[in-house]
């Protein structure tokens, strides 16, 4: 299984990104889902989750700016960020708990830098 995240880049405070995580390759099914982020010199901390049937949760710091969603038909996951901040700043990764029909595993993309400038 493969994730691939996007959506990334430099925006202001204030403004919104967007970013997708595209899951790929043996996938028998995906269950539970997650974006997660890492700031410089701090450890990889939970932004969101989102179960199959679109139960989400969030971190307080991210409560009523951010929206996890999911689509089960494309094995792709959302984040939509708004009103973004500079600590916002950080790699985000996404997390995806899958069975490939042969093993059920916690699978992590690559990351996707965020950056929010003030």
């Known amino acids: 299984v493969q994730l691939q995240a996007s959506g990334g880049g430099l925006v202001q405070a204030g403004g919104s990104l967007r970013l997708s995580c595209a899951a790929s390759?043996?996938?028998?099914?995906?269950?539970?889902m997650g974006w997660y982020r890492q700031a410089p010199g701090k450890q990889r901390d939970l932004v969101a989750t989102i179960t199959t049937g679109g139960s989400t949760n969030y971190a307080d710091s991210v409560k009523g700016r951010f929206t996890i969603s999911r689509d089960n038909a494309k094995n792709t996951m959302y984040l939509q960020m708004n009103s973004l901040k500079p600590e916002d700043t950080a790699v985000y990764y996404c997390?995806?708990?899958?069975?490939?029909?042969?093993?059920?595993?916690?699978?992590w993309g690559q990351g996707t830098q965020v950056t929010v400038s003030s």
């Open positions: 997390n995806a708990d899958a069975f490939t029909g042969f093993k059920r595993d916690y699978y």
């Open positions: 390759g043996t996938i028998f099914s995906i269950h539970d």
